[in-house]
């Protein structure tokens, strides 16, 4: 290609509005601005999150346009997620790729939001090899996806019922901690023991997931010993957030070893907002040290909802020649 392709890449998925400009594949600037009006409810109001795009999503552009120094005439394509995600913040993000895209005659680039987190692997050196098995966990979705190219992905497991972050936040929730309680169960955990206690989780066929009689098993426990002693969590805090990490973590490393061992696949890694926690990255390095494969970690700015993931992969779309119309709806898959 002789000249630079200049991308803009906007994503709106959920409660974080993000944008970045990446020039032939490489990320100039990634500007996100989060929502904290979500904290006092324990979740994301939907509702509220399409208002705040609202208001974020053009000092947001502005501000990664003029961090990149790109102005939006020298733009060549847009690309912005499509889906899955809130439908009222999805449809903010993908209005303005498509009127931008009508005002300059550029391109446009609809992104899968699951795809794009397996995808951030891809900004920064060292990229995976192909064939490429990476475990995606995120508050919504837990998956196992093979990629045989950057532009070719199979999802060969997946949830059943809940998704790992789910798991990870409604456990913390039960603990009496704050949302999003994922980093702070991570954080006590560093303090407690793992083997204290023992949580039962949930047999699937192949390489699928189930969390939904975990977090059972986890609220009956704490039931049961609240009833014994009222001061049951406060007093094991530590060792109750160390037990369910390590029971959540042991579950994705099982399914994520036994898919590479049945398929061959040498090349592994983790994706999405739960890849930021500090046992599952450690967990991963080890099981890629122990087996003799190839570990990939993102950079912990990649792992929680960002544009430069939905810029790379459009990168590579826009290369491949996948271009989305003015009519694709706002969501899909």
Not at 97 to 120: C, E, F, Q, T, Y
Not at 292 to 303: A, E, L, R
Request: glycine share 8%; with cysteine; aromatic share 8%.
């Amino acid at each position: 290609m002789n000249r630079q392709v200049k991308l803009l890449a906007i994503e709106s998925s959920c409660d974080d509005t993000s944008a970045a400009v990446l020039v032939d594949g490489k990320v100039l600037s990634n500007e996100v601005a989060g929502q904290l009006v979500h904290e006092k409810f324990g979740g994301v109001v939907p509702e509220l999150a399409s208002r705040a795009h609202q208001q974020h999503i053009v000092p947001v552009i502005d501000a990664a346009l003029k961090k990149a120094g790109i102005r939006i005439e020298d733009l060549d394509a847009v690309a912005y997620t499509r889906g899955p995600g809130l439908m009222g913040s999805l449809l903010v993000g993908s209005s303005f790729a498509k009127g931008l895209a009508l005002s300059r005659s550029i391109p446009l680039l609809p992104v899968n939001h699951m795809d794009a987190h397996v995808m951030a692997h891809f900004i920064d050196d060292p990229k995976p090899e192909f064939p490429f098995l990476c475990l995606v966990v995120s508050g919504g979705h837990t998956q196992l996806v093979r990629m045989d190219n950057a532009v070719s992905m199979e999802i060969i497991g997946k949830t059943r019922d809940d998704a790992a972050g789910e798991a990870f936040d409604k456990s913390a929730k039960l603990l009496g901690l704050p949302y999003p309680g994922g980093p702070l169960i991570d954080k006590y955990a560093k303090e407690g023991n793992p083997q204290r206690f023992q949580f039962n989780s949930s047999k699937m066929p192949e390489y699928d997931f189930s969390f939904s009689g975990l977090k059972t098993s986890i609220l009956y426990f704490v039931q049961d010993e609240m009833k014994k002693n009222p001061a049951f969590i406060e007093e094991n805090l530590a060792d109750l957030c160390a037990s369910i990490q390590e029971t959540i973590v042991g579950y994705l490393i099982k399914n994520l070893k036994r898919a590479a061992l049945d398929l061959g696949l040498k090349h592994i890694g983790i994706a999405g907002g739960v890849s930021a926690n500090s046992r599952l990255r450690n967990a991963v390095e080890e099981l890629a040290k122990k087996q003799g494969w190839h570990p990939y970690i993102p950079d912990f700015q990649y792992c929680t909802d960002n544009a430069a993931m939905i810029g790379i992969t459009a990168y590579h779309q826009f290369l491949a020649g996948k271009f989305g119309a003015m009519a694709d709806r706002p969501f899909a898959r």
